[in-house]
C-alpha cells in the first residue's frame, strides 16, 4: 500500500487549505481500510489529527482542530480530504496520512505512511 499525500503550502493565519490522500496497492477493497491524518510540527512528537472510518465513515478529530478541519473520502478515487479552516500558526507541521483497519488512537498501529505535506501558517 502507498499513500500520497499532497496540496501543502504556505497560508495566511485564518486561511484555508485542503490536503490530499491518494491511496494505491490495497490488497482489499479501498472501502475496507481507515485513513488517519497525522502531524509532526518542528521539535514536537507526531500527533493524531483526525481518521475516518472504513466502517461507517465516522469521523474522529483531535481537540486542537475541532470545529476547524473537515475529513471526507472518495473511495472510487481512493482519496481521503482534510479540508482545514481557520488556520493558526500552531497548526505549522509536515503532515502525513496514513492506513488502519480501523481508527486507533495510537500511532503504531498505522502503517503505509506517506512522505508527508508540509502546511506554513504564517504572515
Known amino acids: 500500500v502507498q499513500l500520497q499525500a499532497s496540496g501543502g503550502g504556505l497560508v495566511q493565519p485564518g486561511g484555508s487549505l485542503r490536503l490530499s490522500c491518494e491511496g494505491s496497492?490495497?490488497?482489499?477493497?479501498?472501502?475496507?481500510?481507515?485513513i488517519g491524518w497525522w502531524r509532526q510540527a518542528p521539535g514536537k512528537a507526531r500527533e493524531g489529527v483526525s481518521c475516518i472510518s472504513s466502517r461507517d465513515g465516522a469521523q474522529y478529530y483531535a481537540d486542537s482542530v475541532k470545529g476547524r478541519f473537515a475529513i471526507s473520502r472518495d473511495n472510487a478515487k481512493k482519496t481521503v480530504y482534510l479540508q482545514m479552516t481557520n488556520l493558526k500558526p500552531e497548526d505549522t507541521a509536515v503532515y502525513y496520512c496514513a492506513s488502519h483497519y480501523y481508527c486507533s488512537p495510537s500511532e503504531e498501529d498505522f502503517s503505509s505512511w506517506g512522505q508527508g505535506t508540509l502546511v506554513t501558517v504564517s504572515s
Open positions: 496497492g490495497f490488497t482489499l477493497d479501498y472501502s475496507h481500510y481507515s
